[in-house]
């Protein structure tokens, strides 16, 4: 009979949540362990350059699966595929496609953490009998009596934070949720799994998105479009200065990401950069690095973490993607779900799809989609 | 912890009867077939009494009998050994993979391939195959009984009509061998083929039935074994072991075996669906009372032949509202219940089976169906512990999850 301390690991193949599961069944505790199937790697192969074969590192690679169910015998525990294939498309890959057609850059991994994996992975969890799960992510949770909330932290490993994909996290969430990682470094991660005997301690880190083989946004849209018995839109135009003259045309939006600097097809005596793409007029607009720079963002579609809800505007640093240093603002509610947050010195392509994530020291306050 | 298994028609373990008869055969009496001397011609003497088991089990002459690999082999040594660019093949869309992919295989070379659904019920209707014939249809491939559900299908019917049309007519017995009595020459089949995995013999083995002067191309080609017919040294053990199951499996059917299943089957059946929101997939009315289930005649079923809906003694498979099976699989597996709900994709994870979408569930109920399929040795004990455990594992996952069933992914 399943114990209801039991605690369910998500596991992808990897060395983090695999070290995850190594680190909980040696403590004793019960474990099973899970993997989202969220997407079929060879189901777009082969078109459009697409690779035939892809290669380790993806959610659900054939390899990954492998890996993760040889760590689970391993480890002797339960382990099972969880197929999540619809809800992921549903939930993950059309709205990045749509995102994406309307001129925007989403990050599908916040899609995925806040729509898909930790709600299903607890349904599931709860399903089979287990009251919390566990993954691999580099993060702090902790519960805090005083403000009766769950706060997320920023993790010991500065290098591997992952708490800017997880701002979507509700409090029922972050309750059920262990993250074992949070206050250990990756080479401390890579040293328990040689100790733990997982084969996979040198596995290199995955990096790119986990549907997009080899990581060519268009070359993916076309495939899955084409799939869907539809065309990627004409979306050619004008390519403008910030001034307004005309420098030449292109090919389609969606060659293009805000900050983007290689491919613009004009040449320019100083290096030339994305500052807008606006998806009605097709029209995309350079200019100069500092023209990148602005002051203010609005980020709507909020979750707030360590605060209820914001009511007066709050000192923040705000991390606008992955790789950014967060930067101190002023933020303060502008509406129904909605934040302006003012940047104290501007900051560098803010890019609408991508979201904000705002800190209070080491604690997420919270996050949104910035647009 | 207590493991009931309910995956029959996954796999069976070996009776011990089986593995006694297979013992001598990986060490001591360890011959190739082919060979001149004693110890040659012990295994050759091994594979000839087996094939005269197997003959009397197919009832049909020792030399129309095939040593292979199993169930695979079979099927797709009917389609690729038999179709050629041109042809029609006509099969269902319910048949095990190997026949569906082999089919699709046989597109890519030219032989188009017609699927014709069941009915609600999983019944195929003759008059539906009678129907996709065409003049340069060569084959028709059903199965004996559907591995998800358990429906025996109309075979002898569909073999008048293939003798009528003269077309070759081949039948996945998987499922049905050892379960219901075999007779090919009353089935009007050509090729009939077994595994020996599915009726508690060994992996990796199974026998194909093929009719005296039938063209069939081999698969594999290589040295002369089974005149010709499939090039390979005879895996002995497994053959010997096949036998014995065949042997077994004969006297199963007299001796009251398959009759204990049928009614542990109609008591597990009938205790899961006093539950609220269930029902059996692969039978109508949809709600079997236990001294039916064996046999139901949907009065909304008369084909033009009236064949009943009748199914193999084992095999009961279960719709839950309002759940996720795939869930659901899980929480049994970890309670010590093994059972399957739809085919295992190339991952692991859990496909909807297509034999229930074929049938004409939606996709949310066909995710939500759970297959039970009895051991031969099934016991009353296991069917009180799955009574007991699977009510509480679908209480508890509609308590937590009361709208899944509407949002499964």
């Known amino acids: 009979m399943i114990e209801s301390t039991t605690i369910a690991v998500a596991m992808s193949g990897g060395v983090d949540s695999s070290t995850v599961a190594a680190m909980l069944a040696h403590e004793g505790d019960a474990v099973v362990g899970l993997t989202l199937q969220l997407w079929d790697q060879t189901r777009l192969a082969g078109k459009h350059g697409i690779p035939d074969a892809p290669k380790a590192g993806r959610c659900c690679s054939l390899d990954d699966v492998y890996d993760a169910r040889r760590v689970a015998e391993h480890l002797g525990i339960p382990y099972y595929v969880v197929n999540q294939q619809e809800r992921f498309e549903q939930d993950v890959v059309r709205p990045f496609v749509a995102e994406y057609l309307a001129g925007r850059t989403p990050i599908p991994c916040s899609l995925c953490n806040n729509h898909l994996k930790f709600d299903q992975l607890l349904k599931t969890a709860q399903s089979i009998g287990a009251e919390r799960i566990a993954t691999g992510h580099y993060a702090v949770n902790e519960y805090d009596a005083v403000r009766g909330r769950w706060i997320l932290k920023r993790p010991a490993d500065l290098a591997k934070d992952q708490t800017y994909f997880l701002f979507g996290l509700t409090q029922e969430q972050l ?6 990682l949070g206050r250990m470094t990756k080479p401390e991660v890579r040293e328990v799994a040689r100790q733990r005997g997982l084969a996979l301690s040198e596995k290199p880190d995955s990096q790119e998105i986990c549907f997009i083989p080899g990581g060519d946004y268009k070359q993916f849209l076309t495939a899955y479009l084409e799939e869907q018995g539809r065309q990627l839109p004409e979306t050619a135009g004008e390519l403008v200065a910030s001034g307004g003259e005309v420098l030449g045309q292109h090919e389609g939006i969606f060659n293009f990401t805000i900050g983007q600097r290689k491919g613009l097809g004009v040449s320019s005596p100083t290096p030339l950069y994305v500052l807008q793409i606006d998806p009605a007029s097709h029209r995309v607009t350079v200019g100069a690095d500092e023209e990148l720079a602005t002051r203010s963002l609005r980020a709507r579609r909020l979750n707030w973490i360590s605060i209820p809800e914001l009511t007066a505007p709050m000192r923040v640093r705000i991390k606008i993607r992955h790789r950014h240093e967060p930067a101190w603002a002023t933020m303060e509610p502008t509406g129904a779900d909605e934040v302006v947050a003012t940047f104290d010195e501007p900051q560098r392509a803010v890019t609408p799809g991508q979201s904000a994530v705002f800190y209070d020291g080491d604690e997420v306050v919270g996050g949104g989609w910035i647009v | 912890m207590k493991r009931v298994y309910m995956d029959a028609n996954a796999t069976t373990p070996l009776l011990p009867e089986v593995f006694e008869a297979m013992r001598p055969y990986w060490m001591e009496r360890f011959g190739n077939a082919s060979s001149i001397h004693l110890d040659g011609q012990q295994a050759h003497t091994a594979v000839d009494r087996a094939r005269a088991t197997l003959a009397e089990f197919f009832n049909c ?5 095939i040593f292979n690999s199993g169930g695979t082999e079979g099927d797709n040594t009917a389609i690729f050994g038999l179709l050629r660019p041109g042809d029609h093949f006509v099969t269902t869309s319910i048949e095990h993979s190997a026949i569906l992919a082999a089919a699709e295989r046989m597109a890519l070379h030219g032989v188009e391939t017609t699927f014709v659904a069941p009915q609600p019920s999983g019944l195929i209707d003759p008059a539906e195959i009678q129907r996709a014939l065409r003049p340069e249809t060569r084959l028709i491939s059903v199965m004996l009984a559907n591995n998800e559900t358990g429906v025996l299908q109309p075979v002898e019917e569909i073999g008048r009509i293939a003798r009528e049309a003269g077309v070759f007519f081949h039948i996945d017995g998987v499922q049905g061998a050892g379960k219901v009595p ?3 020459r009353r089935f009007g089949c050509h090729l009939f083929s077994i595994s020996a995995h599915k009726m508690h013999g060994p992996k990796g083995v199974g026998a194909l039935f093929v009719r005296r002067g039938m063209p069939v191309e081999s ?14 040294t005879e895996n002995v053990p497994g053959i010997v072991g096949l036998a014995k199951a065949a042997e077994l499996a004969m006297l199963s059917l007299e001796d009251g075996t398959i009759d204990r299943v049928a009614t542990l089957r109609n008591r597990l059946e009938a205790g899961i669906l006093q539950l609220s ?16 289930a064996q046999r139901v005649e949907g009065p909304a079923f008369s084909f033009s032949s009236d064949i ?6 084992n095999t009961t498979n279960i719709w839950f509202d309002h759940l996720e099976g795939e869930a659901l699989v899980i929480a049994l597996d970890l309670k010590g219940v093994a059972v399957s709900g739809g085919s295992a994709c190339h991952s692991g994870a859990t496909e909807p089976s297509h034999v229930l979408m074929a049938m004409g569930l939606d996709k949310t109920r066909a995710r939500a169906s759970l297959r039970f399929s009895l051991l031969k040795t099934a016991t009353e004990a296991d069917v009180d512990f799955v009574l007991k455990v699977v009510p509480e594992a679908v209480e508890h996952l509609r308590a937590i999850s009361p709208v899944a069933a509407g949002t499964a992914g």
């Open chain 2, 308 to 313: 009943p809906v009748l199914r193999v003694a």
């Open chain 1, 175 to 180: 309750a059920h949720t262990l993250f074992p």
């Open chain 2, 61 to 65: 002459h020792d030399a129309e009998v």
């Open chain 2, 277 to 292: 929101g269930t029902g059996v997939n692969g039978a109508l009315p949809i709600v079997c009372h236990p001294e039916r």
């Open chain 2, 219 to 232: 698969l594999l080609v290589g040295g002369s074994h089974e005149r010709r017919r499939r090039a390979g």
């Open chain 2, 182 to 184: 075999l007779d090919v």
